[in-house]
């Protein structure tokens, strides 16, 4: 067994109208809290009451789209500007990454981009986040328990991570009652960024026991809760499966990394503009594919194929299940959630090149099982479009 090292948030609450506690919750923390949400401000409000119940003070800040440079910037800003000593971020993906870079840069100094992969120049934080509580509103990036934040540049057309150990939120607050009025597309691309991201730390060449522990599980509760919960936005059980494999696999990812699909993911959803979630969609069934058929050519030892029968069993929820039946199972899955192809959203042969060059450098190409070939990169893109 190869070395492994494990680590999450110091607290985890999970708790049906659990946003009740939020202002006993966030009292020791500080005395005055950047609020940030999305776009449904009903939820900002309600927290600043539960706030300014137990004598906290704050201000909000609204994230309307995928958290960029200057929007950040714009949040980071107001924090300072108000003298917040805390934040608590409520809302999808970006709302908590942005929630997210705000608390780092609160307490660290220079740009933004300085700090960032890729684009920047990768400058490590020097100082711990200032206190960052994270109840997510959707059931997919599980961004409340992974040590990175995704930020877009509209210049680069890219989106790159800020990554630290020291942004874990300190705590998360699942409330599985706010995911109910989910639209049907977000609960899809949502849900399917979950499902993916039990399985990419589940066939890393960096999972280990602890990892696997939480993508078995996931990959259960989302097989069996997704489509439920797609097609009965009220089935709270659902909603409360989602919410769990989504936890479950922010803490596989923070621990194992990902693969070739996060990978490419970042690249793609920057280019284009397309959910982060259909891209995972798009590409998963095919990234299964792909590796398998790399590994049985160069790598018949590697533990990863009979993982991926493994996840095959779990998925279909049948003993025999072939890795080609796992692959079935996702395809059907995604038709059965209206996932649209990329080339819907522009993408074209002709752009494989800077896609596929932009994508090697992604922290996420480093969990991937095996490493693959240009062509079979081109391969696989050319099957998702």
């Given amino acids: 067994m190869n070395k492994f090292e494990f680590m999450t ?11 009740t506690r939020i202002g006993a919750l966030s009292k020791p923390f500080g005395k005055k809290a950047l609020i940030v949400t999305g776009s449904r401000g009903e939820v900002a409000e309600k927290i600043r009451g539960y706030l300014e119940e137990e004598g906290v003070k704050s201000a909000h800040f609204k994230v309307t789209d995928e958290p960029g440079l200057d929007t950040t910037k714009v949040g980071l800003d107001l924090a300072r500007d108000e003298k917040c000593d805390m934040v608590i971020a409520c809302g999808g993906g970006s ?10 840069m609160l307490k660290n100094e220079g740009e933004i981009l300085s700090y960032l992969e890729v684009i920047g120049e990768g400058k490590t934080l020097s100082n711990p986040s200032a206190p960052c509580i994270a109840i997510p509103t959707t059931s997919g990036t599980g ?6 934040a995704v930020i877009s540049s509209s210049e680069h057309k890219v989106k790159v991570s800020l990554r630290s150990s020291y942004m874990v939120p300190e705590l998360v607050l699942l409330d599985p009652l706010l995911t109910v009025s989910m639209p049907k597309s977000v609960t899809a691309s949502t849900g399917l960024d979950a499902l993916t991201q039990v399985i990419e730390p589940f066939v890393s060449h960096l999972a280990n026991p602890m990892t ?20 009965q936005g009220e089935n709270l059980e659902a909603r409360e499966g989602m919410l769990l494999a989504s936890l479950f696999g922010g803490i596989a990812l923070a621990n194992a990394k ?12 920057g280019m284009y503009g397309i959910p982060h979630g259909i891209v995972c969609a798009g590409l998963l069934p095919h990234s299964i594919e792909t590796n398998v058929k790399a590994l049985m050519e160069r790598e018949k030892e590697n533990p990863a194929i009979a993982r991926y029968k493994e996840a095959a069993e779990i998925l279909t929820g049948n003993r025999d299940a072939s890795i080609e039946d796992g692959m079935k199972w996702v395809m059907d899955l995604c038709e059965h959630l209206s996932i649209p192809r990329f080339r819907e959203f522009g993408m074209k042969e002709e752009d494989f090149k800077e896609i596929i060059e932009k994508s090697m450098k992604a922290s996420s190409m480093k969990g991937n099982p095996i490493l693959l070939t240009y062509e079979e990169l081109s391969d696989l893109l050319k099957k998702a479009l």
């Avoid at 948030?9 to 049906?16: A, K, L, T």
């Avoid at 961004?143 to 990175?148: D, S």
């Avoid at 078995?216 to 997704?226: C, E, I, P, Y």
């Fill in 212 to 231: 696997d522990a939480f993508c078995r599980d996931g990959m259960r509760l989302a097989s069996k809760s997704l489509r439920k919960a797609y097609d």
């Fill in 9 to 19: 948030s110091d607290r985890i609450i999970f708790e049906r109208d659990g946003l």
């Fill in 95 to 104: 709302v908590i990454d942005s929630g997210k870079i705000i608390a780092a």
């Fill in 258 to 269: 990902l693969g070739v699909v996060h990978g490419f993911a970042g690249v793609i959803g």
């Fill in 143 to 148: 961004a409340e328990v992974t040590k990175n």
